[in-house]
C-alpha cells in the first residue's frame, strides 16, 4: 500500500512539474488549471471553497498519519517537492496575469495613440457596424 501511495504522489509530482514546463512554453493558463488542481495538497482548506463557515474544515488531503519514519521522510519529501512545482505555477500565473491586466489598461487608457495597425476593425468600420 505505502509503494502505490508514494507511485501515486510521483504521477502526481510528474504531472505538476509538466504543466509547469508547458506554461514556461506559452500555455500560462496551465499554471492556473495546475494551482486549482492540487489547491487542496499543498495549501489550506479555504472558507467559502472547502468549507462554509461554522463547520469543520475538511482534512488536507493525503496527509494521513505515518508510523514509519521512513516512509514519513519520504512522504514529506515528495509534497515538498509537489509544493514547490505548484508554487512556482502560483508566482507564473500571479506574473502574467498581472502584466496581462497592465497591458489592458496600458492600451485602454491610451488607445488614441496606437496607430490604426493595432486594431481589428478600423473606425470606418466601425462606424458602418454600428458598433
Known amino acids: 500500500m505505502a509503494s502505490s501511495n508514494s507511485e501515486k504522489m510521483q504521477e502526481q509530482i510528474t504531472l505538476s512539474k509538466r504543466m509547469f514546463i508547458a506554461g514556461c512554453f506559452g500555455l500560462p493558463w496551465l499554471w492556473i488549471c495546475n494551482v486549482l488542481y492540487f489547491r487542496s495538497r499543498v495549501f489550506q482548506p479555504m472558507v467559502f471553497i472547502d468549507y462554509w463557515p461554522g463547520h469543520v474544515p475538511p482534512a488536507m488531503v493525503g496527509q494521513e498519519g505515518s508510523n514509519d519514519q521512513e516512509q514519513s521522510m519520504e ?38 495613440f496606437f496607430g490604426p495597425k493595432w486594431f481589428v476593425v478600423d473606425e470606418t468600420e466601425a462606424s458602418q457596424s454600428g458598433w
Open 75 to 112: 512522504e514529506q519529501f515528495n509534497r515538498m517537492e509537489l509544493k514547490k512545482w505548484v508554487k512556482r505555477s502560483t508566482h507564473g500565473a500571479v506574473i502574467v496575469m498581472g502584466a496581462f491586466i497592465a497591458w489592458i489598461i496600458t492600451f485602454q487608457t491610451n488607445k488614441e
